[in-house]
Structure formats: structure tokens, C-alpha cells
């Protein structure tokens, strides 16, 4: 499965952006889809995830309420907005199709850069 992430950008705080990943390869609606972020000298961390019809998910703590995942099995995308956008939001955002047995990523799309800043 081939993963291509666009739509990042530099935003001020408060403002929103949509992230979308579209993948190629593979049987998209078959996998669990995940966002990842990693900002600078940092580990990269779990944003959120998304079951294989869309009727689930799941978020990390410091974006619950703020990001909403969805995607389009018949476009084979799934997508990221992000509203209330702090600058510790800025980071390098990834898509990732996850292991149906670990949840874990399997394959990885290429990132995208936000930046929140004034």
C-alpha cells in the first residue's frame, strides 16, 4: 500500500486545516488508518486512528475534541481536520495503515508539515 499525505501548511493559532492521505496498492477499506505527528527533537506520537468503515475512533488525549478523522473508502482517503490549532500542534504528520492484530503501522505515507504559528 502506497500512502501519499498532503494538505499541510502554516496556520496561525486557532485557525483549522485539513489533512488528507490517499493511498494506491492495496485494499484501502481492508485497514485501520492512523495519523502520527512528530515535531521537532521529539518521538513521534499516535494522533489518531479510524476503523475500516469510518464508524469508529479513537484519539490521543492532547487532540481529543480538536481533530476529527474520516475518510472515503470509495476515494481510498482518509483525512485529518485539525480546528483550535495550538503551536504545539506543529509537527510533521504522517498517515499510516495499521496491522489489523497490533494496531500498529504497517505501511507509512510520506508526511506533511504544519506549522502553527503567528
Known amino acids: ?17 485539513r489533512l ?3 493511498a494506491s496498492g492495496g485494499t484501502f477499506s481492508s485497514y485501520r488508518m492512523g495519523w502520527f505527528r512528530q515535531a521537532p527533537g521529539k518521538e513521534r506520537e499516535f494522533v489518531g486512528r479510524i476503523t ?22 470509495a476515494k481510498n482517503t482518509v483525512y485529518l481536520q485539525m480546528n483550535s490549532l495550538k503551536p504545539e500542534d506543529t509537527a510533521v504528520y504522517y498517515c499510516a495503515a495499521l496491522s489489523p492484530i497490533t494496531n500498529l503501522p504497517s505501511y507509512w505515507g510520506q ?3 504544519v506549522t502553527v504559528s503567528s
Open 1 to 17: 500500500v502506497q500512502l501519499q499525505a498532503s494538505g499541510g501548511g502554516l496556520v496561525q493559532p486557532g485557525g483549522s486545516l
Open 111 to 113: 508526511g506533511t508539515q
Open 52 to 73: 475500516r468503515n469510518g464508524a469508529s475512533t479513537y484519539y490521543a488525549d492532547s487532540v481529543k475534541g480538536r481533530f476529527t478523522i474520516s475518510r472515503d473508502n
Open 20 to 22: 488528507s492521505c490517499a
